[in-house]
């Protein structure tokens, strides 16, 4: 089974794949949780196994606006 069956896009175009400029994308899991897909920030070191990616204001508003809160 592919895990991402288990996510529901909420930003960003039709894809799994990033092209063009819809991303990041942000996904909801079933479990109430969130993945965000995008180029890694590399300005914060993370602990081994982590890593963090920069989100702008937009594209958590739309993931905020699908979600209908």
Not at 6 to 33: Q, S
Not at 38 to 55: F, N, Q, T
Request: proline share 6%.
């Amino acid at each position: 089974m592919d895990i991402s069956e288990h996510l529901i896009r909420l930003t960003g175009g039709g894809g799994p794949v990033c092209d063009g400029d819809d991303c990041p994308n942000v996904y909801a899991t079933r479990h109430g949780t969130f993945v965000v897909q995008g180029d890694r920030y590399h300005s914060l070191k993370v602990p081994e196994g982590e890593g963090a990616v920069e989100i702008p204001e937009s594209v958590l508003r739309e993931a905020v606006r699908v979600l209908g809160w």
